[in-house]
């Protein structure tokens, strides 16, 4: 029973256009959503994160959008640089803090120079 | 500033050997977790603790053990390894907010 789904595995884009990674989820407690990039051979890193009471997280080039409605994110990349070639997952907690995280499955995200 | 390590980093082992991996963090967090990274799954959850002296199953906890040794160290054994435990972990250790959460460089494990 997959609770947090990334329905695309790889996404490719052009250096400088617009990524767009995408999230569901299942379990309606969920309450606080997180993205981790992760490059080869080392461990995830966190990069922005969004709470069930706002509907868009802005830091920097990366914005985090959230319909609770659609039980659904996702994450803006603008403009993309070959540097964000990654995997990058999704995740939720059901509290900001002291709550087990629950994964996605990934998107390796490509950006084409 | 060390954060998250984990040994061995690397690891081959034969059906029905032991090992243990081990992980540490300098950052003072009562919260630690091991997960497995596979294919097409994500990270999914094998143990963690929430504290020093506590421990709780995640999503895929049959066929290992873990330690939490103090608040710096969570170890994870396997007693009897088979393939299907052929994957990449990760420990990590989250501080008050989950936006602090930290991971090791990861161990890639083969059974053969």
């Known amino acids: 029973d997959q609770q947090v789904k990334q329905n695309s595995p790889s996404l490719s884009v052009q250096e400088g256009r617009i990524s767009i990674l995408n999230c569901d989820y299942t379990?309606?407690?969920?309450?606080?959503f997180l993205w981790y990039k992760k490059y080869p051979a080392e461990g995830p890193t966190f990069l922005i994160s969004i709470s069930s009471i706002k509907d868009k997280n802005e830091d920097g080039r990366f914005t985090v959008f959230l319909n609770k409605s659609a039980k659904h994110l996702s994450l803006h990349i603008v403009p993309s640089q070959p540097g964000d070639s990654a995997v990058y997952f999704c995740a939720a907690s059901e509290y900001a803090s002291g709550s087990r995280l629950t994964f996605g499955e990934g998107t390796q995200l490509t950006v084409n120079p | 500033n060390a954060g998250v390590t984990q040994t061995p980093k690397f690891q081959v082992l034969k059906t029905g050997q032991s090992m243990t991996l081990q992980c540490a963090q300098d950052?003072?967090?009562?919260?630690m977790y091991w997960y497995r990274q596979d294919p097409g799954m994500g990270l999914r959850l094998i143990y963690y603790?929430?504290?020093?002296?506590?421990?709780d199953k995640g999503e895929v906890p049959n066929g290992y053990n873990v330690s939490r040794l103090n608040k710096r160290e969570f170890s994870l054994r396997l007693e009897s390894a088979a393939p299907s435990q052929t994957s990449v972990y990760f420990c990590a250790s989250i501080g008050l907010l989950n936006t602090e959460a930290f991971f090791g460089q990861g161990t890639r494990l083969t059974v053969v």
């Open positions: 603790s929430a504290s020093e002296g506590t421990t």
């Open positions: 950052m003072n967090h009562n919260s």
């Open positions: 379990n309606s407690m969920f309450d606080y």
